[in-house]
């Protein structure tokens, strides 16, 4: 029986280097730069100026039936739409007067 032990933990080891090697392979083919920005019409502002394209949901309603589908949006550097991680990054600005509420507010739960 170790026999077959060694022969099935060896093509294990080898079936888990070969989807090493294939996983590599994918993650260089997948990284890859955003195409360049081409000059046209902004989707959204309806100004000239250098664009990207943008992939978006569109849902119609007509005469009761619903259509859905991926709608290809071309938008300039104002206009586009923001990457969650470039939302979560802006950290609006506090007045003197909501800090010192703030500072209250923490003062009395302490308390």
Known sequence: MS???NHFAAKNA???RAWAMDDEKQKKEKSREPAPPKMGICDKCHREALVRSYR???TD???GAASFGVVTKYYCEECAPKSRRERD???PQLSN???KNLMRSAK???L
Request: aromatic residues 4%; glycine residues 4%.
């Open 61 to 63: 309603r007509t005469e």
């Open 89 to 91: 990054a802006e950290v």
């Open 108 to 110: 009395k739960g302490l």
């Open 3 to 5: 026999l077959f032990d």
């Open 97 to 99: 007067k909501q800090v």
């Open 14 to 16: 080898a079936q888990s």
């Open 56 to 58: 978006s949901r569109q």
